[in-house]
């Protein structure tokens, strides 16, 4: 038995989810209209999987734009986050989006969330796959919210479906529990 990996999310459950989170999604944003379309920011690599299935489920206009901001090596936070690229879209007037994979301790989200907000978007919602509110910095407790949740879950290193270790493991089919030190 490989006490490394464990299913926690299997992908029929994520893409049943992805649907419910579209329609409420789409409910919201219904006063959309196609000359302003919503802006969907998804974060890389991560949410890659998360958010092509998500865009595509929509039924409002949206046009998906990308950005990459660093916060983790291996299964630990680096650090504040840093933008490596995306920082300059033109969100002035926009109502945005970001679809995010995990959010954790809330620092990244918060320095995304302040990034755009001081661009002069109209609006900023979260998007996110997982949710890990027992990890949330104290000071990023109810700032950092994400408001479309496809499953919050317990404090545990999680791959597959897009979330990686150190690179590895993206490709999964199912979000898995990882436990790097248990022996194969």
């Not at 919050?152 to 493991?169: M, Q």
Request: charged letters at 25%; hydrophobic letters at 40%; aromatic letters at 10%.
């Amino acid at each position: 038995m490989n006490e490394r990996f464990t299913v926690l999310k299997t992908d029929a459950e994520i893409r049943a989810r992805i649907k419910e989170l579209a329609a409420d999604i789409s409910k919201d944003y219904q006063h959309i209209k196609p000359e302003n379309p919503l802006l969907v920011l998804c974060t890389l690599r991560g949410a890659i999987f998360f958010s092509a299935d998500l865009v595509r489920a929509l039924t409002i206009p949206c046009e998906i734009n990308f950005i990459k901001v660093k916060s983790y090596q291996g299964t630990r936070p680096a650090g504040s986050p840093i933008f490596e690229f995306g920082e300059q879209i033109d969100v002035r007037g926009r109502e945005v989006l970001i679809v995010e994979d995990i959010v954790d301790t809330g620092q990244t989200m918060d320095t995304v969330m302040h990034n755009f907000a001081d661009k002069g978007a109209a609006s900023i919602r979260i998007a996110t796959m997982l949710d890990k509110p027992s990890r949330r910095y104290p000071h990023l407790i109810g700032t950092v919210v994400p408001d479309y949740i496809g499953f919050s879950i317990e404090d545990h290193f999680v791959i597959g479906w897009g979330l990686d270790y150190n690179e590895d493991f993206r490709l999964l089919p199912d979000i898995m529990i990882y436990n790097p030190d248990a022996e194969d």
